[in-house]
């Protein structure tokens, strides 16, 4: 499973932060889009760990950067009661929420993949709806082969369809399987 060293190490040093009220900063970026945003936490924000090492997966990548994931380069949070976090004083590394484009790496987006917005929330909504590029790609492969395969669609049902049928579609589910996981490595 990739891991946020394999998806992001790269631009640990050159996020930005956006402007007053989350406003883009534009060609400013020196890398497109490496932005992130500015503001407090919620407390449901801070009744949890945020913080995932860089040899762990990314937590999941909502559709807003009030709920963004802290960059990895901190420490993790402290747990002081049930559902009560705070950030380490000692950390030495600012925490940050992952910027656009980190997000947009997570996501899969190529890095040539310009995001347009004014407002930084627009963008972490925007990549948060999105399918994660490699796994749609791989669904749309899969999707593909089998309505150009001469092969009919299976509809499935236990009463309706024979053993065969169901085997069949079991097998076109592992190929999917097979697929997914050598687009995640």
Known sequence: MPVLKNAIWDLKDSAIPA??????????CHIPNHEYMIGGFSSIYMSR????????????????????????????????????CKFDENSPQLYRKL???E??????FPDDFIFSYRNLASAYKMIGNAVPVNFGTALAK????????????IEI????????EILALS????????DLDLVSH
């Open 19 to 28: 402007k007053d009220t989350n406003k883009t900063n534009g060609d400013l």
């Open 49 to 84: 760990n945020r913080v995932r090492s860089w040899n762990e997966p990314s937590f999941t990548i909502q559709a807003g950067g009030r709920h963004a994931p802290i960059h990895p380069q901190a420490n993790p949070m402290i747990k002081i009661a049930k559902d009560v």
């Open 99 to 101: 910027s656009i484009r």
């Open 103 to 108: 997000y947009a790496r997570i996501q899969t």
């Open 142 to 153: 899969i999707i593909y082969r089998d309505l150009f395969s001469g092969n009919e669609v």
């Open 157 to 164: 049902n236990k009463h309706k369809n024979n053993e065969r």
């Open 171 to 178: 097998h076109s589910m592992k190929q999917l399987k097979l």
